[in-house]
């Protein structure tokens, strides 16, 4: 081991809640594992802290309880439990063995075998372990694989994504995010030939594991080599992977990200796909209500080659909102020849980061005043009005606003008891 993983290890195990933990469970093996240790080992940032124990789950908890410490059963029928230490939230799973699984679901019993536990796991990277004196176990070759930045199906490919479908999506989220090399080939072709059994996999899965790809580096190129390979399917809409790409570049301009919006890039094509991604991704209220919101201004722009001119950003500021506006410009950003760091488009979304959306100086009441009746000719003039008053360029003038009002109620008199008022002179 180098100086630097020695480093990296001895400052994930320092941690006090962690170091509490295992005075905690002494005499038990206990290591943590997983992608705590894949990302202390490659120096990226260690958020959840896992461990596994060759301990029943009722050893655990008694163990945990007698130092004091607050448990609560997660997952206790598969093994899992959670300890609170202050903030700090630790699963710790029981050493176990699949016995029975349908690719969706598995039938566990408990171990105590270290090496059958990491042999179960997904990939090479994901199966390191450490104790608590710094020791990294090994079984499986992660190490060499995590040097060369590879992502690995451990074992069989096919049987370790006939275990759980989602693994297939796993393959290309950890590919993107930890890998620096070409696909994994062995693994590709098993994820291309199982593909159908993505079909067995709840729509929330689908969803939220599709997000987490499109929120990590190189999400674009293996969303493009998805695509190619017909493993989008489940979207019910065509991808539009070089609009993902592009759109990760107008990202990597502004040094931002946003899985969400990826998704639009990706398959958003009118303001009906934002149903059937919501549909089919099983999404909040909320992330269907962005999509709507965007998809409306996308379609204003629709085939700008330049960014929209000032009084167009207003009127869309005004129709959906600073959040939608700015969406609905990256996404046309992607669609146009603009490069992504264009000056004129940069300067547009700085427009509607700082404009203040414009108010309507006007009411259905003001309609109402004039004699229009309730129902759809008041809806249909409150319309016109508002697309009067856009075109007209915001005005705020009292007597400007009265006029345009007046213009809108005497549009269609059929439908309003409202005379224009005699002049005095």
Not at 70 to 82: D, L, M
Not at 102 to 118: E, H, L, M
Not at 384 to 408: H, S, V, Y
Request: a positive charge.
């Amino acid at each position: 081991m180098t100086a630097e993983t020695q480093s990296a290890i001895r400052a994930l195990l320092d941690r006090p809640a962690l170091k509490r933990l295992f005075a905690a469970l002494e005499g038990e093996e206990l290591r943590v594992v997983g992608g705590a240790v894949r990302n202390a080992l490659l120096g990226a940032p260690v958020a959840d802290v896992d461990l596994a124990v060759a301990a029943t789950p009722d050893v655990v908890v008694a163990k945990a309880e007698r130092a004091g410490l607050r448990v609560a059963p997660t997952g206790i029928e598969h093994g899992t439990i959670t300890v609170i230490l202050d903030s700090a939230h630790f699963e710790i799973t029981s050493l176990r063995e699949d016995v029975e699984t349908d690719g969706r679901r598995a039938k566990v019993r408990f171990g105590r075998d270290f090496a059958a536990d990491a042999r179960r796991r997904d990939f090479t990277i994901n199966a390191l372990s450490v104790d608590s004196h710094g020791r990294i176990y090994d079984y499986v070759g992660g190490l060499d694989d995590l040097a060369r930045r590879h992502v690995r199906f451990i074992g069989d490919p096919r049987q370790r994504i006939a275990e759980d479908f989602l693994r297939i999506l796993r393959f290309f989220r950890f590919s993107a995010c930890y890998g620096e090399e070409p696909l994994d080939a062995e693994g590709f072709a098993a994820c291309v030939a199982l593909r159908d059994g993505m079909e067995h996999l709840s729509r929330e899965r689908l969803g939220g594991e599709l997000l987490k790809i499109l929120s990590v580096p190189r999400s674009a190129a293996v969303i493009e080599t998805m695509s190619q390979a017909g493993l989008l399917a489940f979207l019910h809409v065509a991808p539009w992977p070089a609009r993902c790409r592009r759109l990760a570049g107008n990202f990597a301009a502004r040094g931002v990200a946003d899985a969400l919006l990826s998704l639009a890039a990706l398959a958003l094509h009118s303001p009906s796909d934002a149903d059937r991604l919501a549909e089919a991704l099983r999404l909040s209220r909320a992330q269907k209500r962005r999509l709507t919101a965007m998809a409306e201004v996308a379609a204003a722009w629709h085939g700008a080659s330049q960014a929209p001119a000032p009084a167009q950003l207003r009127e869309q500021l005004f129709l959906h909102g600073v959040q939608a506006a700015r969406d609905g410009l990256l996404l046309i950003q992607a669609e146009s020849p603009a490069a992504p760091d264009d000056r004129a488009f940069l300067s547009a979304d700085v427009f509607l980061r700082d404009t203040p959306a414009p108010k309507a100086p006007f009411a259905a009441a003001d309609l109402l005043s004039r004699g229009v009746r309730q129902g759809a000719g008041l809806g249909a003039a409150l319309k016109r009005l508002q697309a009067t008053w856009i075109r007209a360029g915001f005005p705020q003038d009292p007597k400007r606003i009265a006029a345009l009002i007046d213009a809108a109620c005497a549009s269609q008199p059929h439908e309003s008891n409202w005379t224009r008022p005699r002049r005095l002179d």
